[in-house]
């Protein structure tokens, strides 16, 4: 990559030389990011992950769910637990989910990081 000296002789000798040249050297000095600027657009994605265990609890399966497994700068967890006996949404990092039957759920994780960006998982999980 140049250094902003470099891109400024670059861009001198492309004006030098032309309309056309003076064209990519107009979008170079607009568009090009000075030395060591880092753009959110190179910041990793969140990546939505998580972990469970489920335990009987007298009549009622009681599932933990862990979303610390989520990569990227994750500001939000969402969680939908279709089937489970109070509500089918969840919080959080860490939530819980409660189950009158035995079975396989797929649940869903959808992360969001603080630009706004999503990424979803969905996982079976089996319950008794």
């Not at 998580?50 to 609890?57: A, E, G, N, S």
Request: with cysteine; glycine share 10%; aromatic share 8%.
């Amino acid at each position: 990559m140049l250094d902003q000296a470099q891109r400024n002789r670059f861009v001198r000798l492309l004006l030098a030389t032309g309309a056309a040249a003076g064209l990519l050297a107009t979008s170079l000095i607009a568009g090009a990011p000075s030395a060591g600027a880092t753009s959110s657009a190179t910041s990793q994605a969140p990546v939505a992950d998580f972990t469970h265990q489920c335990v009987l609890d007298i009549i009622m399966w009681t599932c933990s769910f862990d979303g610390s497994a989520s990569s990227g700068s994750v500001v939000s967890w969402d969680w939908q637990f279709p089937g489970a006996a109070f509500g089918e949404s969840g919080s959080g990092v860490q939530t819980s989910a409660r189950y009158e039957v035995e079975g396989t759920y797929q649940v869903t994780l959808t992360v969001t990081d603080g630009t706004g960006r999503t990424d979803t998982t969905i996982k079976p999980v089996v319950v008794g």
